[in-house]
């Protein structure tokens, strides 16, 4: 299984850039990086997905490097709002019963005013 | 309306008790499944099912059975609550595929005192 590593948490301000960073060092070839933000009470949301390189959708953009043993998930001119625990996931779709997803704590990200 | 409703919202109960909770779904989708998440942790998989007549044990399925009455339904039971069962529960459902999201409903916040 691809376990992940994020930080803990994360502090940033109105109107800048958040790039939050997540190590998968035994992703497999199959493998998808999904990312979901979860507000207090709330189910998590699903944010982004990718595979490589980079993606981009109206609320983030998800980097991956050559290798895949990372990625970053930004957060383009965040607001308070924004304020959630993101979670990075890696996995694939399997089409049979051997499901396996882990998550992990997630990254705590605190805007400020 | 939402498209992952759970019930009850929150649900105090005493140990030794038998509790269900229960998910309905107007997504169309397939593949559902029941998470628990404890304060500050990630969500763990309980159960999963891929169908009507595909049930599947998670990570933490001790103490918990489930029962999927039709497509939309799915629900989580607790034959005999105790304490340490006390967290927040969230249904999800996911449409297979190569790029697999899961939604979530509201969770459950269930006490066994």
């Known amino acids: 299984l691809a376990k992940t590593t994020q930080p803990i948490s994360m502090d940033s301000y109105e109107g800048q850039e958040v790039n939050i960073t997540c190590s998968h060092n035994?992703?497999?070839?199959?493998?998808?990086i999904t990312w979901y933000q979860q507000f207090p009470s709330q189910g998590p949301r699903f944010i982004i997905q990718?595979?490589?390189?980079?993606v981009t959708n109206e609320v983030a953009s998800l980097f991956i490097p050559a290798d895949r043993k990372s990625s970053t998930l930004s957060l383009p001119r965040v607001s308070l709002s924004d304020t959630a625990v993101y979670y990075c996931l890696v996995g694939e779709d399997r089409m049979d019963s051997n499901y396996q997803l882990i998550w992990g704590a997630g990254t705590k990200l605190i805007i400020k005013p | 309306d939402a498209d992952v409703t759970q019930t009850p919202r929150n649900r105090i109960t005493k140990t030794g008790k038998r509790i269900m909770l229960e998910c309905s779904q107007t997504?169309?989708?397939?593949?559902m499944y029941w998470y628990r998440q404890d304060p500050g942790l990630g969500l763990r998989l309980i159960y999963y099912s891929f169908d009507v007549k595909d049930i599947n044990k998670g990570e933490i399925s001790d103490g918990y059975s489930v029962s999927r009455q039709a497509q939309a339904k799915f629900s989580l039971s607790l034959e005999s609550a105790i304490p340490n069962q006390t967290a927040l529960y969230f249904c999800?459902?996911?449409?297979?595929?190569?790029?697999?999201?899961?939604?979530f409903g509201s969770g459950t916040q269930l006490s066994v005192l």
């Open positions: 990718g595979y490589k390189t980079k």
């Open positions: 999800a459902t996911s449409d297979p595929g190569r790029l697999e999201k899961l939604f």
């Open positions: 997504k169309g989708h397939d593949r």
């Open positions: 035994n992703i497999a070839t199959n493998d998808y």
